[in-house]
């Protein structure tokens, strides 16, 4: 059973554009959501994080936007780029738990 | 800055041999992790340590096991290698509780392991 669901699987968007991943979760004792992102032929890295006392949280065109209520949080990309294109994971994370709970994953191509 | 190696980018091996994955991390860090990524299925963690000679399993331990004698160092070992253990694996390390970004996993590039 799939902690972290992440949707879509795939996502193709035109330069300039938005795009948009979602990750819904069950586990209300999760306190901790980052957002890593895979270029091909590399590790992960986090690219943003945040946590459940704040709604919202942005890094130059990145943003997280929480919904603690609905037990979802997205990954907004404004003005899409080229070199945006990658894989993308949410995942989720308990108090002092040391696992990642992660989502399956997201692969973003942006179109010039 | 974190600096996470992996020993080889690329492994071929035949059904049956041992295999050893390498993988050193340079930040002290007290955790680390071994994880397998196939398409669709995500990241699914293996075997993590949070400690010298300390481990735990992960969500797919089976057909593995893993040493770590140093704190920098943590390998993944298959002791017969088989085909559904071709993979791409990735190491991780992440600092103790109370560091700055003690949350943050580091990832190494990958191994990718061809089983024939």
């Known amino acids: 059973q799939q902690q972290v669901k992440q949707s879509p699987q795939s996502l193709i968007v035109q330069k300039g554009g938005i795009s948009i991943i979602n990750c819904a979760y069950e586990?209300?004792?999760?306190?901790?959501f980052p957002w890593y992102q895979q270029f091909p032929g590399k590790g992960p890295a986090l690219l943003i994080a945040?946590?459940?006392d704040v709604s919202e949280k942005k890094e130059g065109r990145f943003t997280i936007s929480f919904n603690k209520s609905a037990k979802q949080f997205s990954l907004h990309i404004m003005d899409s780029q080229p070199g945006d294109s990658a894989t993308y994971f949410c995942?989720?994370?308990?108090?002092?738990?040391?696992?990642?709970?992660w989502g399956l994953g997201t692969s973003l191509a942006v179109n010039p | 800055d974190v600096k996470v190696t992996q020993s080889s980018r690329y492994l071929v091996k035949r059904t049956g041999e041992k295999v050893f994955l390498e993988c050193v991390q340079d930040?002290?860090?007290?955790?680390m992790f071994w994880y397998r990524q196939d398409p669709g299925l995500g990241l699914r963690l293996i075997y993590f340590?949070?400690?010298?000679?300390?481990?735990e399993k992960g969500d797919i331990p089976e057909g593995y096991s893993v040493s770590r004698e140093k704190k920098e160092r943590f390998s993944l070992i298959l002791e017969s290698a088989s085909t559904n253990q071709t993979s791409m694996y990735l190491c991780?390390?992440?600092?103790?509780?109370?560091?700055?970004?003690?949350?943050?996993?580091?990832f190494g590039p990958g191994t990718r392991l061809t089983v024939l």
């Open positions: 586990n209300t004792a999760f306190d901790y």
């Open positions: 991780a390390s992440r600092g103790a509780s109370g560091i700055p970004s003690y949350n943050e996993q580091f």
């Open positions: 995942a989720a994370k308990a108090g002092n738990n040391r696992k990642l709970i």
């Open positions: 945040i946590r459940p």
């Open positions: 930040m002290d860090h007290e955790n």
């Open positions: 340590s949070y400690d010298v000679k300390m481990k």
